[in-house]
């Protein structure tokens, strides 16, 4: 059992950065990818980034460029710096992790909105 805790959201000005955070306890695959999800309301939820635990990462094409995912592995934490954000981001955040033969562990969500 994977449990993920979210912090960082919140409200910032279209051009603004945030920092989101997730940190993951439990019984934690050692070969595992870290990831960040959003949904919009009435939308589906969609991947923005990923990590791996040897630092593989990839992006939406929506934020390449803009956000950068990090991990660190000895806080089992994964990071997501939020630069240039417009309101099409605004979402709600989850952390996700996933591994090999485990379905995956979801976050609670942290919402982001960005004002124009």
């Known amino acids: 059992q994977v449990q993920l805790v979210e912090s960082g959201g919140g409200l910032v000005q279209a051009g603004g950065s945030l920092r989101l955070s997730c940190a993951a306890s439990?019984?934690?695959?050692?070969?595992?990818?870290m990831g960040w999800f959003r949904q919009a309301p009435g939308a589906r939820r969609d991947m923005v980034a990923t990590?791996?635990?040897?630092?593989?990462?990839n992006y939406a094409d929506s934020v390449k460029g803009r956000f950068i995912i990090s991990r660190d592995n000895v806080k089992n934490t994964v990071y997501l710096h939020m630069n240039s954000l417009k309101p099409e981001d605004t979402a709600v955040y989850y952390c996700q992790l996933n591994s090999i033969l485990r379905m995956p562990s979801w976050g609670q969500g942290t919402q982001v909105t960005v004002s124009s």
């Open positions: 990590i791996t635990s040897i630092g593989v990462t």
């Open positions: 439990g019984s934690i695959p050692r070969v595992n990818t």
